[in-house]
């Protein structure tokens, strides 16, 4: 276990829907959750759990001395911009924030050797899978700004590990569903939008031609893997070490 009870892990996005329930889960561990947060999308009171530092990782100086602070022993990245529609009429902004801020937060991680990094990517990463469904090793082709974004940062943490950086896992999320999901959002998610309607008798809105399907996971097993893979650092790929895993 490379964690001891109390030990700092950074959480930015904390105190957005995924990272709220990561802080929760931490502290029941006994560690003590910081959330970093730009609070545009978080709400205060879904921090409970530990510290509160509002900030936006594109801003260096203040990630630096947020980490001098509690110098963390990991972090858990849950901070990003997830609308796909938007990420289609404002592809810029998703670059900006989910990839080049990703990029400041990895700068300052390495910096301060932080062992192990958690990132919270997306199944977007895979498009289209073809013939409906997608493995771990399915081909990543993503087909918008939102899935490329995350795609952009899953390279720069593999290519930072090689280099000697953090150690990491990219967590590629289908759709999560809980508890305290907000339906009342432009951008809400279907299970809390239908539960609304059903509860209200009014008729929810369905796009598309009612054939498409998702999958579904519930966020507190999300969440339990997300502690887990914090908790084991990843044996790093040998491809990408330059040693050749199986000489001729």
Not at 99 to 114: D, F, G, I, M, P
Not at 236 to 245: A, F, H, I, R
């Amino acid at each position: 276990d490379i964690m001891n009870t109390k030990d700092p892990i950074l959480v930015t996005g904390g105190a957005g829907y995924i990272g709220a329930h990561a802080c929760k889960a931490l502290a029941a561990a006994g560690y003590t959750p910081v959330t970093y947060d730009n609070m545009v999308y978080g709400h205060e009171a879904a921090v409970k759990w530990g510290p509160l530092e509002v900030g936006d990782i594109s801003d260096l100086e203040r990630l630096e001395g947020v980490m001098r602070h509690y110098d963390p022993i990991a972090v858990m990245h849950f901070a990003a911009h997830t609308i796909v529609p938007e990420s289609v009429a404002d592809p810029l902004k998703y670059y900006r924030n989910n990839t080049c801020s990703s990029r400041t937060l990895l700068e300052v991680a390495a910096r301060h050797k932080v062992r192990n990094f958690v990132f919270s990517s997306t199944a977007a990463v895979y498009g289209i899978p073809e013939g409906g469904g997608a493995s771990e090793d399915s081909p990543t082709q993503p087909i918008n700004a939102y899935g490329t974004s995350k795609l952009m940062t899953e390279w720069m943490l593999r290519d930072l590990a090689a280099a000697g950086g953090p150690s990491y896992v990219a967590l590629r999320y289908f759709n999560v569903f809980g508890p305290h999901q907000d339906p009342n959002s432009e951008y809400a998610a279907v299970i809390p939008k239908f539960i609304k309607a059903f509860l209200t008798e009014t008729q929810p809105t369905v796009y598309g031609d009612g054939e498409q399907s998702r999958d579904f996971t519930y966020v507190d097993d999300i969440v339990e893997g997300i502690i887990r893979v914090a908790q084991k650092p990843p044996v790093q790929d040998p491809s990408w070490s330059g040693e050749n895993p199986n000489p001729s």
